[in-house]
Structures are given as structure tokens and as C-alpha cells.
């Protein structure tokens, strides 16, 4: 396959809008301008507005007060989409009956956004949901209710389970990698 190509457009230069909508203003921006924005400088920009904060604010405290809001969907990583969809969730009224299923949700993140997302995730379970993760990073597995570590070894030499249990069952048990490098991480 070859790679994605981009043109830039003759006529906005890239920006996507006509030369009538780039006009208008709010706060000296135009809408592209404002789509050039991290969540993060949003939430400055709109801080007199509730609604619109609501929703970048859920965006921040799922770890993606880095990314601009007119970034386009497809540059986005598989962790970062499902932060995005765990923001959508959390904008809904709760029922404590919903199952979430993410899959290596921390992957790219910077460890004090992985402590963010934890936050969030044992929020979702204290409410009554339940949370499975697919993960590889210890500092969230040592989180854990309850654990099934596969193995044991990776594709084809995998796929068995080789131990379940609480962080402590599989720290005990000599056959999980998983265990041996949670003893460290428990450790700290």
C-alpha cells in the first residue's frame, strides 16, 4: 500500500473553510484557528462557556488535553480513539449497568495521564460497571480486581491461560511473566 497523499487546496490553502466563513470572528479566532487548538488551550479559550467546557474538560481528564480538536480521526491512535469514546461515555447520564471493554487503552500515553485514565476507570467501577482492560502495562494491572494473565508466550506460543486471580494470586505464581514484573511494580 502506498501512503496517504495530502494536497493542499488552491483556494483555502488548507484551511477547509471559504474565505466568507475564515471572516467571522469570536475572540479575534476564525474557525480554523480555533480548530488549531489543543483541548487543553480550548478550555482557556471557552472557559464563559459552560456547555462547550463540559465536554473538553471530559476530553483533559481522559489524557488528551494534547491533541487539537480539528485533528482528523484517522491520525488518531487506537488508545486515543477509545479515550475519546470513554469522553462520550462520560458525558452520558450514568446507570452503573454498562460494560466497558478497552483495549490497551494506556498505549502512547504519558505516565501522568495513565494515573488520569485509572482515576476515571475505578470511577466507572465504583459506580457499578464493570471495566475489563487488555493491557501490558503494569502500573494499571497492579489496579486490578481481578486478573487473567494469558500466555505463555506471545501469537502462536500463546493463548492458554496461565494464571488468574488478585494482583497477589498472580505474583505467586512462577509460570506468569505477568506476575514476576507486577512482584517489581508492587514492590515500588
Keep these: 500500500l502506498l501512503p496517504d497523499l495530502y494536497i493542499v487546496c488552491d483556494v483555502c490553502?488548507?484551511?477547509?473553510?471559504?474565505r466568507e466563513t475564515l471572516e467571522v470572528r469570536y475572540k479575534g479566532k476564525n474557525i480554523y484557528d480555533v480548530l488549531r487548538m489543543t483541548v487543553d488551550e480550548a478550555l482557556d479559550f471557552f472557559k464563559t462557556h459552560p456547555r462547550i467546557n463540559r465536554h473538553l474538560a471530559l476530553l483533559q481528564k481522559v489524557g488528551l488535553g494534547y491533541i487539537e480538536l480539528g485533528q482528523?480521526?484517522?491520525?488518531?491512535s487506537g488508545g486515543e480513539a477509545q479515550r475519546i469514546k470513554l469522553a462520550r461515555e462520560l458525558s452520558k447520564k450514568p446507570?452503573?449497568?454498562t460494560l466497558y471493554l478497552l483495549d490497551e487503552p494506556t498505549t502512547g500515553l504519558h505516565f501522568d495521564d495513565v494515573k488520569k485514565l485509572l482515576n476515571i476507570l475505578l470511577k466507572l467501577r465504583e459506580s457499578g460497571n464493570t471495566v475489563i482492560v487488555i493491557e501490558h502495562n503494569p502500573e494499571v494491572i497492579k489496579c486490578a480486581d481481578?486478573?487473567?494473565d494469558l500466555g505463555p508466550e506471545g501469537g502462536d506460543e500463546g493463548g492458554y491461560i496461565v494464571a488468574e486471580g488478585t494482583p497477589e494470586d498472580i505474583?505467586?505464581?512462577?509460570?506468569?511473566?505477568?506476575g514476576r514484573h507486577l512482584r517489581e511494580v508492587l514492590r515500588r
Design 13 to 18: 490553502q488548507g484551511r477547509r473553510y471559504n
Design 146 to 148: 481481578w486478573i487473567i
Design 95 to 97: 446507570t452503573g449497568k
Design 171 to 178: 505474583i505467586k505464581n512462577d509460570r506468569s511473566y505477568t
Design 72 to 76: 482528523p480521526a484517522t491520525t488518531l
